[in-house]
């Protein structure tokens, strides 16, 4: 017999002269060691074609995995992160509800970590709680998932994690779009089906991408139906009700008054309704509003608020199951479409 035959396993060229390893499995399986690492331990994120063909090579070539390698797959514990700089603590609870429903039975729990991400080294504080954790990986909630270097220094340590975005900002697995832009121009579209014309606006912080969109689908919706925004009609907040009250009162304080104001988030929107309470202003008769993020405040103010429903629950839940996928699925860019949500606290203007 020639000698190849005696040295090779036939089909995959493996040197039958030394035990294989886990190195070879994962060369000649084409698939990563992790991959393989998870398959010797019986982890569920690993698809059932891939395990049936690493476990038929595993057999073929006799590989028996090393103690040390069976360890692999466990380096990182069964939790996942949150992390999240946001001053809206409704929006964190709504999204730590969907991510808990995807990890309920699961094996998996969760971990949050509030940060500030304007501080120099918060990056550092999230590396830690990421290593310390052994995090099997990271849901970036707004508006910390726009920031690329935590994104860039979370795949240098290989932790997967997915961001949460206004935009697509990253590879389809690593993405959750909420598309704000299209949730803002849908208020234009119903503000101008009811005939306002003098409107403001009350926007997020100016750094937030998802302020931006929103203020941009806003502005260019309006556009689209003959309608300019003056600068003078939009003023710059910071997403929580104390600075939607004192926007309101440089919106509202004028001789002349908008008859309608779309207001960033729903926190803001609340602001508004103090200030024309104050004045004597009713809402909707003399003054029509528009929240975003259709949050249970919206349906506690009085009148009922209009709102555009992004649904942070089920944007949870596709995040956390985004991270339970085996790595090798196939994917596609996850999306939450938003809808405005019309209720009581919009009329035609007098």
């Not at 912080?205 to 929103?214: K, N």
């Not at 689908?217 to 003959?226: E, T, V």
């Not at 995040?319 to 090798?328: G, I």
Request: aromatic fraction near 6%; charge should be positive.
């Amino acid at each position: 017999m020639p000698a190849s035959k005696k040295t090779t396993q036939a089909g995959t060229g493996f040197d039958l002269k030394r035990p294989a390893t886990i190195n070879d499995i994962a060369r000649l399986a084409g698939v990563s060691k992790k991959t393989v690492s998870r398959i010797i331990n019986h982890s569920p994120l690993v698809r059932q074609d891939t395990r049936e063909k690493v476990e038929a090579l595993m057999q073929e070539v006799g590989y028996v995995p090393d103690p040390l390698a069976r360890g692999l797959a466990f380096r990182r514990s069964f939790l996942i992160g949150m992390v999240y700089d946001n001053p809206t603590a409704q929006f964190i609870v709504n999204m730590q509800y969907g991510a808990l429903d995807t990890l309920r039975n699961s094996g998996f729990e969760l971990v949050v970590h509030p940060c500030d991400s304007r501080s120099p080294n918060y990056i550092d504080g999230v590396r830690r709680f990421v290593q310390q954790q052994k995090l099997h990986g990271v849901m970036l909630v707004p508006r910390v998932s726009e920031d690329q270097a935590l994104a860039d220094m979370l795949a240098e340590i290989d932790v997967r994690y997915v961001r949460i975005a206004a935009v697509s900002m990253d590879t389809p697995e690593r993405m959750v779009v909420t598309h704000d832009h299209d949730g803002a121009a849908e208020v234009a579209d119903y503000l101008q089906s009811l005939g306002h014309r003098d409107i403001a606006m009350i926007t997020g912080p100016r750094d937030y991408r998802s302020s931006i969109e929103r203020t941009n689908g806003f502005i260019s919706g309006l556009q689209q139906r003959g309608i300019e925004l003056p600068k003078a009609r939009i003023v710059e907040a910071g997403y929580t009700f104390e600075s939607g009250v004192a926007a309101a009162e440089k919106l509202l304080g004028g001789k002349k008054r908008p008859t309608a104001i779309f207001c960033g988030n729903d926190e803001m929107a609340a602001g508004v309704y103090r200030v024309a309470m104050r004045a004597g202003i009713s809402i909707p008769r003399q003054l029509s509003v528009v929240g975003y993020d259709d949050s249970p405040l919206a349906s506690r103010l009085w009148p009922p608020l209009t709102s555009v429903r992004r649904d942070t629950r089920d944007t949870g839940r596709i995040s956390a199951a985004m991270l339970l996928q085996p790595e090798d699925a196939p994917r596609q860019l996850a999306s939450v479409r938003p809808h405005l949500i019309v209720r009581d606290s919009c009329q035609p203007p007098d």
